[in-house]
């Protein structure tokens, strides 16, 4: 059986039920992994600091790692090193800032303890502040924002978001990498950058083979990390492109479907019902 040394989990969908909390088994699942000896990954797109407040506000304790912006910057929170940061190209970055507003798309840069927007009256900004520990900042041109940041948030309902998507895809191929994270939500990141190049980052500075890695997602911006961990596992719930690549589905985020799987790898019992 292998030894698995790591365990990364994307958060919404997956990690989380529909009540936003932890079922049942996944914790007794957080205590046997923590007896083992194994790192747990939470992997989203959202920064370091909606990482930290959402483990605290789920009781989730010391000891884990944090793969934020969609694996751009990769943090062990035991040690506070700083082990992967990815940002875009400031130059890539003002292109797409400028192409997705000429679609009329709201466009957000979370940027270290930051959100950084153009209009902080839009119903979305202080939703992702306030969920992220982020202050809001104001700026007259987010594409003259002197710095590369590590994610371009684009927030649009699906419809509208597909035209840029393509167009973006079309332009910019091979040199950022673009995935949805929800139906309203889709993030570029940097040319090989997401959540499979993060447990790769970690797995290289910590000595761990990606056989040893099991990983959970159920979104577009799961998918090559189900692809990179030596087991893919995706939740039921989850988007059929998910599935497709998982070496496993299990059952949904709100049917122990993450301690279903865990239990086969790890010394617990499952809760009853």
Request: charged share 25%.
């Amino acid at each position: 059986m292998t030894d698995y040394r790591l365990v990364a989990f994307d958060m919404d969908g997956t990690l989380l039920d529909s009540t936003r909390d932890l079922q049942p088994g996944t914790r007794r699942a957080f205590e046997a992994m923590r007896a083992a000896g194994t790192r747990i990954m939470l992997a989203s797109g959202r920064p370091i600091p909606g990482l930290a407040m959402l483990a605290r506000r789920l009781d989730l304790g010391e000891n884990l790692v944090f793969a934020g912006m969609n694996g751009s910057v990769v943090v062990d929170q035991a040690t506070g090193e700083e082990i992967a940061r990815h940002p875009l190209p400031a130059d890539i970055a003002k292109d797409l800032i400028t192409r997705a507003q000429a679609h009329g798309i709201m466009v957000m840069l979370p940027h270290g303890n930051e959100l950084i927007v153009e209009d902080a009256t839009h119903p979305r900004v202080q939703y992702e502040a306030n969920g992220n520990d982020l202050t809001v900042r104001v700026v007259d041109s987010l594409a003259d924002f002197w710095e590369a940041p590590t994610k371009v948030l684009f927030c649009a309902e699906l419809p509208d978001l597909a035209p840029l998507h393509e167009e973006l895809m079309r332009d910019f191929a091979g040199r950022i990498e673009l995935a949805y994270s929800s139906h309203i939500y889709m993030e570029a990141t940097a040319a090989g950058v997401d959540k499979g190049s993060a447990i790769t980052d970690f797995c290289e500075a910590n000595g761990i083979t990606l056989e040893q890695v099991i990983a959970f997602g159920d979104n577009g911006n799961d998918v090559n990390m189900l692809r990179t961990a030596g087991l893919g596992v995706a939740m039921a719930n989850g988007i059929p492109e998910a599935r497709e690549v998982a070496d496993v589905v299990t059952t949904s985020n709100d049917d122990e479907g993450i301690a279903r799987v865990l239990v086969q790898h790890f010394d617990f019992e499952l809760p009853t019902a």
